[in-house]
């Protein structure tokens, strides 16, 4: 069998972004309806489109099991199955499409496929977390479809400051030979 091993390298950058994800989650401000606002899908989005596709999804199924299994890496140093199964849980849950969309974006030199395939990632991230909050709340669709739109801003403005600094990143651990 030839399996491609992964690097210490590779090893070590999945982990720091784990890490960087957690802090960013607990960057949070408590909003109506109990789902707050995080940088969370920020530090995913970044993740996705600095290591690629499958280091940034390895990255967020690392960071989604950690806190599957009850480490306090979600918002407000929270874990557990029951946050993955809540009211919240649909975001975690398509937290890794979100490091596959940045990744696939990242592929070519182009913020404006950049930003195209993060708001197609965000928009699958947002889809999931309405359906997950209107089954869990017994809310309806276009109730919790509204309720989950006052975070439109603030992820254009995610995307948008991962989409200009993206390239200064990876330049700047190419440079300092940390990546490849």
């Not at 140093?77 to 696939?104: Q, R």
């Amino acid at each position: 069998m030839n399996s491609k091993k992964m690097s210490i390298r590779d090893l070590s950058y999945i982990s720091i972004f784990t890490a960087i994800i957690a802090v960013c989650a607990q960057i949070s401000i408590p909003m109506p309806y109990g789902v707050p606002l995080t940088l969370q899908t920020f530090a995913i989005m970044l993740a996705g489109a600095v290591l690629g596709i499958k280091n940034g999804t390895i990255t967020t199924l690392l960071y989604v099991a950690l806190g599957a299994v009850g480490a306090p890496v979600f918002s407000l140093f929270t874990g557990g199955m029951g946050i993955v199964l809540g009211p919240t849980g649909g975001f975690i849950l398509s937290f890794p499409l979100l490091a596959v969309a940045a990744g696939i974006g990242a592929r070519k030199d182009s913020r404006l496929w950049l930003t195209l395939w993060i708001a197609a990632g965000t928009a699958v991230n947002y889809a999931s977390g309405i359906l997950m909050y209107s089954i869990v709340t017994s809310s309806s669709l276009p109730s919790s479809f509204f309720i989950m739109m006052q975070f439109v801003p603030t992820e254009v403005l995610k995307i948008i400051v991962v989409v200009a600094s993206v390239k200064v990143i990876k330049q700047a651990l190419i440079k300092s030979g940390a990546l490849v």
